[in-house]
């Protein structure tokens, strides 16, 4: 349905609200990019874009990123726009629910990492910590699509 | 002294088909109009960003006794509640919902539906109840109910064809929603049926 999406990474399966988190962060995405003013540097993209994964490290990376996303950005993102703090709070509602399914699903080793999700996780927290906190999580927030994209 | 405001009490919540309100009690000060504010909190505010409270500006110093937090309440998790009452310079404390709200619980209503025999065609019409829900639609000839058949219907936009009708027999539908972000069913609409005779609709 438009509402929800079921993604496959091998044996594990998640439901997630794709719509209601895209309608989210369509609504404030202009608002969150303004508010990054180093345009040149990306956090998740950088050397190498996330379609560079290999498939059987797709489980372990979104896992991972969705852990960042929920243990480290969106906290940082507060602002002094309370509609757009209530869609940051509607996304990370959401993205705590999948980051609980990918952990019953890293539980049951249905979510293996390899040596390439960890190399390109460990690059974009260096990303990440290259820039001050707020920087980088207004600029992580920013670029949430190309993590929707790519998990589309 | 001014006496302290009291915290609205009775509040609630009422949610079905994934539509969800806050509701509660008026505050009452004689001659004055009292004036409320709502505040939600998920779980990762809990969790993860110091029990923070968000205001929901569309019932901010309002004076109805009723707020949507649909569009709040936008992910499959518990959240808090909040509302407090306003007179003036005078202020209460908050009112909290008794216990969590979780969306999974919203109560879901069979659809409203249309069934149409137009000429030899069976055709449904659905409610649109918006992108959250699909259809399930089960229909038979009757009196063959062993031989019932399925339709999932995921977005409604028009009539949806079910099957081309022999003349004679009758034709039974049903239909129930489906909400995959909370994984749950509603029960079964009516059935209805439907019998074609050369192109007349015939109502049964």
Request: charged content about 20%.
């Amino acid at each position: 349905t438009a509402g929800n999406k079921i993604f496959h990474f091998g044996p594990c399966r998640i439901s997630m609200s794709m719509t209601e988190i895209r309608s989210s962060f369509t609504a404030i995405k202009a608002n969150i990019q303004a508010r990054d003013p180093i345009r040149t540097l990306s956090i998740l993209s950088h050397p190498h874009s996330l379609h560079k994964v290999k498939s059987s490290d797709r489980c372990c990376i979104t896992h991972h990123l969705f852990n960042f996303y929920v243990d480290k950005v969106f906290k940082h993102c507060k602002t002094e726009d309370s509609y757009v703090n209530r869609k940051i709070s509607s996304i990370a509602n959401s993205f705590l629910s999948v980051k609980r399914k990918l952990e019953q699903c890293h539980k049951q080793n249905k979510c293996m990492c390899g040596q390439e999700s960890a190399e390109k996780f460990k690059q974009i927290l260096a990303n990440y910590e290259g820039l001050n906190v707020i920087a980088a999580a207004i600029k992580s927030l920013g670029e949430l699509d190309i993590l929707l994209n790519w998990m589309e | 002294g001014d006496a302290l405001l009291p915290a609205p009490q009775n509040i609630s919540i009422l949610s079905t088909n994934m539509k969800h309100f806050l509701t509660w009690s008026p505050v009452i000060v004689q001659g004055e109009t009292v004036r409320y504010s709502v505040e939600f909190q998920g779980e990762y505010e809990r969790e993860y960003a110091n029990e923070s409270w968000i205001p929901i500006c569309e019932c901010s110093l309002i004076t109805a006794t009723v707020c949507n937090i649909t569009e709040d309440i936008s992910a499959t998790v518990a959240y808090n509640l909040r509302v407090r009452a306003d007179v003036g310079a005078r202020r209460s404390e908050w009112g909290a919902l008794k216990g969590f709200f979780n969306r999974i619980t919203t109560s879901l209503t069979p659809p409203l539906m249309k069934v149409i025999a137009d000429g030899y065609h069976l055709l449904v019409e659905l409610e649109d109840m918006g992108p959250a829900f699909q259809f399930c639609v089960l229909y038979w000839k009757k009196g063959q109910e062993s031989r019932m058949q399925q339709k999932v219907v995921k977005e409604v936009s028009s009539a949806v064809h079910l099957d081309t009708m022999e003349a004679g027999p009758d034709y039974c539908v049903k239909a129930q929603t489906y909400v995959e972000a909370i994984n749950r069913n509603s029960s079964f609409s009516q059935t209805q049926c439907v019998r074609a005779q050369g192109g007349r609709s015939v109502w049964l």
